[in-house]
């Protein structure tokens, strides 16, 4: 059984940092595709960072680019998301989720649909006030 935990959410000010961990469980990860996903209240799911097995990619939609950085410890089944300059809107339940063998690396928009994510974490709260 595969299982995603997130960790590392909490209130900070705008303009502040934080970082979200996530740990895997079940097997290694190192040939999963790993991303992190956003859902503000009200709103729908939105795409935040992903990063390809070896870790050598990553993507970012350009609402975080610049400010959040995907990275992983293959060694520790762990992924971070290091969220910088953070603004009201980054408000939102971060999760973790993780996928091998239904993402083309050549198409790039494929690393931002949560359908072909396969094993979702519970979710870290992540509240950014003005």
């Known amino acids: 059984q595969v299982q995603l935990v997130e960790s590392g959410g909490g209130l900070v000010q705008a303009g502040g940092s934080l970082r979200l961990s996530c740990a895997g469980s079940g097997r290694a990860f190192s040939g999963y595709t790993i991303a992190w996903f956003r859902r503000a209240p009200g709103k729908e799911r939105e795409f935040v960072a992903a990063i390809s097995g070896s870790g050598s990619s990553t993507y970012y939609p350009n609402s975080v680019k610049g400010r959040f950085t995907i990275s992983r410890d293959n060694a520790k089944n762990t992924m971070y998301l290091q969220m910088s300059s953070l603004k009201p809107e980054d408000t939102a339940v971060y999760s973790c989720?993780?996928?091998?063998?239904?993402?083309?690396?050549?198409?790039?928009?494929?690393?931002?649909?949560?359908?072909?994510?396969?094993?979702w974490g519970q979710g870290t709260q992540v509240t950014v006030s003005s």
């Open positions: 989720a993780a996928q091998i063998g239904a993402i083309r690396p050549w198409i790039t928009s494929d690393y931002a649909d949560a359908l072909r994510y396969n094993y």
